[in-house]
């Protein structure tokens, strides 16, 4: 496109203020901008954020109802039951199948913790020293092998491939990371690495902020960004090829999708998995029970009769406290951890209702170059807007959606705090992992003595199956388990 047109685009969009300083850029000042400029959709930009102004204020002054989960809505993982054994079977028999395919979110940093690199490459303090990128990959090879061998298939056929979500600050670092540590024992060509969308920083009435003279102002569109990056090229030489068509290519029919800093990740659940398949849905929730009715997390729930997640602020507190008459449980007690399940059509369809869904914004403080000097402002209250989507913003347009309740305990420890804070932080991570890797070894017969700590690798165990040997023995050192048979050498 010419810079005539462009520039023509800008005005009619009412965004040309973005050339102002057009006369004073080098000419290579002016080639990056105008390819950002470019690759920007300013009319769908403009849309975004009129519509999310719009919803912003039909949320204010809307009275929404807003009610629990129905009977029936959403079922409980209960172990060693014969529910779960069918689950799990069902799951199983569709990752030996080559139909499960895994969606990670992994676009943060660990700003929170004092680190720069991807949250990804964090070491929360195991004894092992192994990354959340690690374990999780090791699950992945460790549920492949458990797939082939108890749905008897031939050896190395089982593949569950791994679509890495990035964000532009975090693509490389990450790439790197894996090549550097051959991709922790998985083939190359099943950890498909591709990149969440951005979209400009605006200001509070809507006009394009930009970052220096020469460059606009950009943010993460949230990790509901997820759906419009399935369908973005993987390469820029190659456009055809999309994370959907790599999907379809393989003709996986089911994925999990799950966000990087939950040490006690199930990848690839085959019991969520099979549960998914069983009830027949084309998007399913797993989350955990509230710890308490005041606890600040978002719950599955009803809006004006739809499925959605309602914010722990939009929710009474008569509602809150509210409990069920026979089991005395709390009634929105479903907590939301960003744990999903899709099936491969259901992510394709969500082209035809994207546009219908509001962005929400976040109000921040922008750095910007100030109108018309240019000179960088960095501002101490907030002077603009991100606009985000989130990923279960799509829950109110599935069709079958169902929801599985599992234990905190065995799959819930979020990474979200610096170290120290006594909260979801690496202390509190590195300490339920290693709690669930006693209760593997207790619930299949053996002693761990007080004070003894054993890290079972992924690789000897995916959730506890496998470890019938130990049976009897008792453990009296701690040590890090990367074969079964090491076991011994901890053992009285």
Not at 71 to 85: C, H, I, L, N
Not at 152 to 171: E, F, L, N, Q
């Amino acid at each position: 496109m010419s810079i005539d047109a462009l520039r023509a685009r800008y005005d009619a969009a009412g965004q040309g203020h973005l050339f102002t300083f057009w006369p004073q850029l080098s000419e290579t000042e002016r080639a990056t901008l105008a390819a950002q400029l470019e690759a920007i959709d300013i009319e769908r930009v403009n849309r975004i954020y009129t519509k999310a102004v719009s919803a912003e204020q039909i949320l204010a002054t809307a009275e929404e109802a807003i009610e629990p989960l129905p009977q029936g809505a959403s079922d409980k993982v209960t172990p060693q039951s014969v529910r779960e054994a069918e689950w799990r079977a069902t799951g199983l028999g569709a990752i030996a199948r080559g139909e499960v395919g895994v969606l990670l979110m992994a676009g943060g940093q660990g700003t929170r913790l004092g680190s720069s690199a991807p949250k990804g490459c964090y070491d929360i303090g195991l004894p092992s020293h192994k990354s959340l990128f690690q374990y999780q990959a090791e699950r992945i090879a460790r549920l492949q092998q458990v797939a082939q061998e108890e749905m008897g298939k031939p050896a190395g056929s089982v593949i569950v491939p791994w679509y890495i979500m990035t964000s532009g600050p975090t693509r490389r670092e990450t790439e790197d990371y894996f090549k550097t540590n051959a991709y922790f024992g998985l083939r190359p060509e099943n950890v498909i690495f591709f990149e969440q969308g951005t979209l400009p920083c605006l200001t509070m009435d809507g006009k394009i902020l930009l970052e220096t003279k020469s460059r606009v102002a950009v943010a993460p569109d949230g990790n509901g960004g997820l759906y419009a990056a399935l369908r973005t090229p993987l390469s820029p030489t190659d456009k055809t090829r999309t994370v959907l068509s790599d999907l379809e290519s393989r003709r996986v029919l089911y994925v999990h999708a799950y966000c990087v800093d939950n040490c006690l990740v199930r990848v690839a659940d085959p019991v969520f998995v099979g549960y998914g398949i069983s009830k027949q849905a084309d998007c399913a929730a797993k989350v955990v029970p509230k710890a308490h009715s005041t606890e600040a997390v978002g719950v599955v729930a009803l809006r004006d009769a739809k499925f959605s997640v309602v914010e722990y602020s939009e929710i009474s507190a008569a509602q809150g406290e509210a409990r069920d008459a026979t089991t005395g449980e709390l009634l929105f007690r479903a907590g939301n951890i960003a744990n999903h399940f899709y099936t491969t059509a259901f992510l394709r369809g969500v082209a035809a209702f994207e546009d219908d869904l509001a962005f929400h914004i976040a109000r921040k403080k922008i750095p910007h170059a100030s109108l018309p000097d240019g000179a960088p402002v960095k501002p101490t209250k907030p002077n603009g807007m991100k606009l985000e989507m989130f990923v279960f913003d799509v829950f109110p347009y599935t069709t079958g959606f169902a929801v599985l309740e599992v234990a905190r305990t065995d799959e819930f420890s979020p990474l979200k705090n610096a170290p120290g804070t006594g909260a979801d932080d690496p202390e509190t991570s590195r300490r339920d992992l290693l709690a669930q890797h006693r209760r593997f070894l207790e619930a299949a017969g053996a002693t761990v003595q007080e004070g003894v700590e054993i890290e079972l690798s992924p690789l000897v165990t995916y959730a506890g199956e496998g470890l019938a040997s130990v049976k009897g023995k008792t453990y009296t050192r701690s040590g890090v388990i990367s074969a079964l048979e090491e076991l011994d050498v901890l053992a009285a």
